[in-house]
């Protein structure tokens, strides 16, 4: 048992069940991003907004995020981990329902301000907890809980491609789920020890730090993956649907896919990165990045670009942890070079889904992916910048200072 374990009078078994009760919460936190993604064409088609117009409404749930995300820090601290996570988790699943409501552009805008607020806050508060009880078994646990987020996200996304190929109104089936996941969400907060650090391992370190120059060539492989991701998971959907003319349930199911190759790579990134090293690893995802871009785009029926766009998963799932890594050992303040990278990938999960939405006002979306194929190429040529990671951080865990998106 660790120091810490034993200063809080928190035992072994205790953190053993902590771990699992956390690794619950991240699988509902992405139930609900899954559940929302493949509801996007019926939430565009209910608020009667355009592709450029949804882009647009899809870069406030970032906006939200980043300016409700400092605040988590204070909520932890004031009410207590558990009971802040309760709370921020309960608030996060609720707000599923408020897009499928929002009739006009400006509704929407505004329902996915507070979606993306309420998704920052509790992401913040759970990975909080996640490296705490890390810290406190000496192991490490923080890829197999982003696995279970990834996990979630396919349960999430397989549910709501069942409710669009049965035509369900997206109003009831996210009232539905957002009910599900809450009362799921409060049974896995109640097997979670009440974890606090003493006021010194409390102190927020700063979000939002300026890259010193090292890190940045690593934030910008970071930023090729992150709008990848963002781009395929947000407008899948809606490519299959308006590009290639297939029907909702087949759509939604093109999110599915990649949220199940993003959730196995996940799930399987520490073996692959332990034997093939973060370079090689990186190398070797950018390449199917790419190849799975260009399949997308060359897609002359669905099932093609349903497989593209889950290489694309396969290929981006565990790049950013290693950018992470890499930061941590590319100059002599580790957590300003992290903090500077989870700052260029997080700018990146920002403006993907409105660049992808612009791109394809002014051209089309075929040519937006076009675009997410060309960044998949860059992760190939600038694989050699993890180089620095080394043997000792090819693990797929992200510190915490590095834990800012709200994905996952």
Not at 39 to 56: F, M, N
Not at 336 to 356: F, H
């Amino acid at each position: 048992m660790s120091s810490e374990s034993s200063r809080s009078g928190v035992g072994l078994p205790q953190l053993r069940r902590a771990r699992f009760a956390v690794a619950a919460v991240f699988c509902v936190h992405g139930a609900v991003t899954g559940s929302f993604a493949t509801r996007i064409p019926w939430i565009q088609d209910h608020a009667g907004v355009s592709a450029g117009q949804l882009g647009l409404a899809l870069a406030f749930p970032a906006l939200g995020a980043s300016v409700a995300m400092p605040l988590a820090g204070a909520v932890s601290h004031r009410f207590g981990a558990r009971t802040a996570l309760r709370g921020l988790l309960t608030l996060w699943a609720l707000s599923l329902v408020l897009p499928a409501f929002a009739p006009t552009l400006l509704t929407l805008c505004a329902a996915l301000f507070v979606f993306g607020a309420t998704a920052g806050m509790s992401d913040v508060a759970m990975n909080a907890l996640g490296v705490e009880i890390e810290n406190r078994l000496d192991r490490s646990i923080m890829s197999g809980l982003h696995g279970m987020w990834s996990a979630g996200a396919l349960i999430g996304s397989a549910g709501g491609t069942l409710a669009a190929h049965l035509g369900s109104d997206a109003r009831l089936h996210h009232t539905l789920a957002a009910l599900t996941l809450t009362a799921l969400g409060l049974i896995a907060c109640r097997r979670m020890p009440d974890l606090r650090g003493s006021e010194e391992e409390e102190a927020a370190p700063p979000r939002f730090a300026l890259p010193p120059k090292s890190a940045l060539v690593i934030g910008a492989v970071g930023f090729c993956a992150v709008f990848a991701e963002g781009a395929s998971l947000d407008w899948s959907a809606v490519y299959l649907r308006d590009v290639l003319d297939t029907s909702p349930g087949l759509a939604a199911a093109s999110t599915t896919a990649f949220a199940l190759a993003m959730a196995v790579a996940r799930l399987v990134g520490d073996r692959i990165v332990d034997r093939y090293g973060p370079v090689r690893t990186v190398r070797v995802g950018g390449v199917l990045a790419t190849i799975g871009g260009l399949l997308v785009v060359a897609a002359p029926h669905p099932p093609v670009a349903m497989c593209g766009f889950a290489l694309i998963g396969f290929g981006v799932a565990v790049v950013v942890p290693l950018a992470f890594a890499a930061a941590g050992r590319s100059g002599p303040n580790p957590s300003q070079a992290i903090a500077g990278v989870a700052t260029i990938t997080y700018t990146s999960g920002l403006i993907a889904p409105s660049a992808i939405g612009a791109v394809a006002d002014a051209t089309s979306l075929v040519a937006s992916f076009g675009l997410v194929t060309a960044l998949a190429l860059g992760l190939v040529l600038g694989a050699g910048v993890l180089r620095s990671a080394g043997r000792e951080s090819v693990k797929v865990g992200p510190p915490a200072q590095a834990v800012h998106d709200p994905r996952h």
